[in-house]
């Protein structure tokens, strides 16, 4: 703090002048020098950041800009000649936008005492920050019903789960310190493979336009991770949550732990660690109704799925390592793992010979940043990146049964039959039967008896195993030219490898009906490079950018190829503020690879057809988008903000699966959809204050396309039987995937202060207390039409509606003290309500369940194939059934109801359904 005759001298404003560029790890410092008696610049002064490691000199007018700052909090120095020295502590910077500080200094030359500062940033009069971002913090992850990055991401406006503005699944990328990270072979319908544990986070925030052209491979969306170097002294936290003392549908085995440690050692090298493990028994509940048969498993509990357990562990690490006054390496390493047993409602009565699927990912990247002296004349910043990226999935039949050591966590990878084979791709292996897989066979272990629907025996019979791996470098190098202009320049070049395996039905030798395995081993190209500029005249800001983007599938990939695509993508901002507002005007070319799963065969069935063939296509190209954007930021009151954005964006090229020669059943992929994406956003949000806070977002969007996801088929020409005439159709649009229309989220905090409550026994149980409500309304998703067979379409695509969704999340907090450690502990609880949300339906008749007559059609068609009698003598005798008693189960009387029983069990929807009421409680202890 300042001296009393200090503070009447030392005047500190804290505005928003300009932002670096959008989607960076880090921000900057910048502001004016004065003195404080006559107001006149301060030239020569000297601004350093963090003991002096990063810094810059005032211009003549006192001006100054420190670039490139890492995103968190920092300490700002300011010395002049003749001045009085200013310190101030907790400055944050966050990335993307600039921290002002503008400073008068006493004519004096006697040292002051620190003053101690928060300095937030205001993006929402900032001209500068021209992209359409929403962030979330480790405090939000904290403070919120949510449980992972990904959950924090889906408030923001114009989501659906990991869609944004109405685009497919894939069309994102994820941005970790800087460097760039994605599942580049199956994005479209794969995770990403490596979870960011919440705890190591400074921020991460959603863009959906404008952002850098230093990134790429995203159309619709960009996440940008920020994570936290360690602290200069010791700390950390540990968490346990769990379910397991809650009773029947409270209850499905969670365990979470998680412990988290950053601090120095030695010569200001710091490091941060964490472990996040959690195992669940039923990984994925749906909150579906009681079936009506006490007889049915699920009658007594009808909230738990069996075998559906799922378990996690994601590990981190990082190193900060000062090198001298102007370089620092930074290193990372996370390790993510996630293996899950899959329930399948053919093996509810043989689920040991359901799936499994383990899913590993890697994480490793180096940065090392040289930054120019607080002298230099014309400052710069040079930032040097290497990352290897690694993810390998694995589905099939386990070998092993599986052994639970605490809870759901078992402890040990699991084992697959056939992984050798798969993992070899030895396709010459794999003609012939796998040994380990038995085929199915009709379930005699159901409590209907009948041979039918269900199976046992044998499992399904598949092997599915892929692997794609990364090494990407990347520099950037960051100019400045005065204060008002900075610019930007890099590059990247990425080596790639992808090796996929796919065998169906291995319990048989390939040959008719059974398609030969799959195998690709390639090595795409990726490269790219940038210029970018942000110039600031008055109060209008300009930002223009150019990226071209190189794209080569790989020689070694068979099949006619092409050679590399390539792509120019300008974007460009114009920004202004203007009567208490910032107004923008953005419009941008974006482009990605394809998913490297377009590019090879698979031989099974993912498609609206009844085939087994699928044939990748290597000479895909890019897909594209173009998008226009609008937006007013406006702050009517100190802690109110109002956002709105307009936006219309072009798709083309999309990949869509359109038929191969004459054979209705065999198609091939080709960047033949082309769609638009139009809509507003409104973002209201009142920033924490006097103890309580509220966010409301509103999306009103329409999304349509030619071909509503890569896998439907689209009829690109036809041959009119008559005169031989090829025929193309008209672009006829329907609503993609996610095209929700309207979404709206409200967030709802509050905390009593500790002063506020009833007394009981010395202590105030109500003080401190916080709470957060999440309310989520959308509308209903798209969805086509199909006939009973399910091979066939109805109509056209995607012309039917799910009813809207809507949930109610509630988390309450309260500050607990053991000793001297402080903590706290917690209920957090999804779906309040338990609301029982319908996420699909049957297709053929657009209801979750099927009719009575539709069970009495499935029930008689599966007794003509099985009417033969069951003796007393078969594992499938039941006495119950045996009306007569005479040691058979025989005649339409005694069998047909047995078939009808299994085929309204058969029936049943399950997976329809959303989840239900999820709670958790929780302790952790920070130390």
Do not use: C
Not at 192 to 219: C, K, M, W
Not at 274 to 302: K, T, W, Y
Not at 536 to 559: C, I, K, N, Q, S
Not at 664 to 671: E, K, L, T
């Amino acid at each position: 703090m300042t001296s009393p005759r200090g503070r009447g001298v030392l005047a500190l404003a804290l505005t928003l002048w300009t932002a670096p560029l959008a989607g960076q790890a880090s921000g900057a410092i910048a502001g004016r020098l004065v003195d404080s008696a006559t107001t006149q610049p301060i030239a020569n002064a000297q601004v350093t950041v963090d003991e002096g490691r990063r810094g810059t000199m005032t211009a003549q007018d006192g001006r100054f800009r420190i670039r490139v700052i890492r995103s968190g909090w920092h300490r700002v120095r300011v010395t002049a000649i003749g001045y009085r020295p200013v310190r101030l502590d907790s400055v944050l910077v966050r990335g993307g936008e600039t921290t002002t500080l503008d400073i008068a200094l006493e004519a004096m030359a006697v040292e002051v005492e620190e003053l101690v500062v928060n300095a937030q940033p205001d993006p929402v009069l900032d001209p500068l920050a021209a992209s359409a971002e929403q962030k979330v913090t480790a405090a939000d992850l904290r403070d919120l019903p949510v449980t992972t990055l990904e959950e924090g991401i889906a408030l923001s406006a114009g989501t659906v789960g990991e869609s944004y503005r109405g685009g497919r699944l894939g069309q994102q990328s994820y941005i970790v310190d800087g460097v760039g990270v994605k599942n580049q072979l199956d994005a479209s319908s794969g995770s990403l493979g490596v979870r960011i544990p919440p705890d190591i986070l400074t921020e991460a925030s959603l863009i959906t336009n404008g952002f850098s052209a230093r990134y790429g491979q995203a159309l619709s969306g960009m996440i940008n991770v920020v994570t936290r170097d360690g602290g200069e002294r010791w700390s950390g936290r540990a968490l346990y949550e769990t379910d397991r003392p809650l009773w029947q549908s409270w209850d499905l085995g969670l365990d979470r732990v998680v412990v988290t440690a950053d601090g120095p050692i030695a010569g200001g090298v710091t490091v941060l660690g964490a472990v996040d493990i959690s195992g669940r028994l039923d990984a994925d509940p749906v909150n579906a109704p009681r079936p009506a048969d006490p007889r049915d498993p699920r009658f007594e509990r009808p909230w738990m799925l069996p075998r559906n357990s799922g378990e996690q562990i994601d590990a981190v690490a990082k190193v900060t390592i000062p090198l001298g006054a102007q370089h620092t390496l930074r290193l990372f390493g996370l390790h993510s793992e996630d293996q899950r047993l899959l329930y399948d409602p053919l093996y509810k009565y043989d689920a040991e010979l359901s799936p499994g699927r383990r899913t590993v990912g890697n994480l490793l990247t180096g940065h090392f940043q040289y930054a120019s002296g607080a002298s230099a004349g014309l400052p710069f910043v040079v930032d040097l990146r290497a990352s290897f990226y690694n993810r390998s999935f694995v589905r099939g039949t386990l070998e092993d049964s599986v052994n639970y050591q605490f809870g759901a966590i078992t402890g040990q990878r699991f084992n697959f039959v056939g992984e050798d084979i798969a993992r070899a791709q030895d396709t010459v292996r794999a003609m012939a039967p796998i040994p380990g897989l038995l085929p199915p066979d009709l379930s005699d272990r159901t409590p209907w008896s009948v041979p039918a629907f269900f199976l046992g025996q044998g499992s399904r019979g598949e092997i599915a195993w892929n692997r794609f791996r990364e090494f990407r470098s990347q520099l950037d190098v960051t100019l400045g030219i005065g204060s008002s202009t900075d610019i930007l320049a890099g590059g990247e070049v990425v080596t790639q490898r992808v090796q996929t395996f796919q065998r169906v039905q291995g319990f048989e030798p390939v040959g008719g009906a059974v398609p030969p395995a799959t195998a690709s081993d390639f090595s795409p190209f990726i490269g790219a490079a940038y210029a970018e500029t942000q110039i600031r005249v008055a109060e209008l800001a300009f930002t223009g950018g150019l990226r071209y983007d190189h794209f080569d599938p790989g020689a070694d990939l068979e099949g006619q190829n092409v050679g590399a695509r390539r792509r120019l993508g300008p974007r460009f901002a114009v920004s202004t503020a203007l009567a208490g507002a910032t107004f923008v005007a953005s419009y941008g070319l974006f482009s990605q690879p394809p998913d490297f799963q377009f590019l090879v065969d698979a031989a099974f069935d993912d498609t609206t057809r009844t085939g087994r063939f699928r044939r990748g296509n290597p000479n895909l190209g890019f897909e594209k988008a173009t998008q226009f954007e609008l937006s007013v930021r406006t702050r009517p009151r100190p802690h109110l903000s109002l956002r709105l954005n307009a936006f219309v964006k072009r798709l083309e090229g999309l990949v869509a699966t359109v038929p191969l020669g004459v054979n209705p059943d065999s198609s091939v992929f080709g960047n033949t959809d082309v769609g638009s994406v139009k809509g507003g956003e409104i973002i209201f949000e009142r920033e924490p204050h006097d103890g309580f806070g509220a966010r409301v977002t509103y999306t009103l969007q329409q999304a349509m396309a030619t071909s509503t996801s890569a896998f439907l088929l689209r009829q690109a020409a036809v041959i009119d039987p008559t005169t031989g005439d090829t025929i193309f159709p008209a672009r006829v649009e329907f609503p993609l995937d996610f095209d929700r229309r309207h979404g709206l989220t409200v967030i709802l905090q509050g905390r009593i202060p500790e002063t506020v409550g009833p007394v009981v026994a010395g202590v105030r149980p109500l003080a401190g207390l916080e709470s957060a409500v999440i309310f989520r309304y959308g509308s209903g998703l798209p969805f086509s039409r199909t006939n009973a067979a399910g091979d066939s379409l109805v109509g056209i695509p995607n012309d039917s509606r799910l009813p809207s969704q809507s949930t109610v999340d509630l988390l309450v907090r309260r500050p607990i003290r053991l000793g001297g450690t402080q903590g706290s502990i917690y209920l957090d609880m999804r779906n309040v309500f338990n609301r029982r949300n319908l996420v699909a339906v049957r297709r053929d008749t657009g209801e979750p369940e099927l009719d009575e007559q539709g069970i009495e059609d499935l029930a008689e068609d599966a007794f003509m194939e099985h009417p033969e009698p069951i003796p007393f003598e078969s594992p499938r005798y039941r006495p119950e059934a045996d009306l007569d008693g005479n040691g058979l189960i025989e005649g339409q009387d005694e069998l047909l109801p047995l078939f009808e029983a299994a085929a309204r069990d058969f029936s049943q929807p399950l997976f329809v359904y959303g989840p239900p009421r999820v709670v958790r409680l929780g302790i952790e202890l920070a130390f």
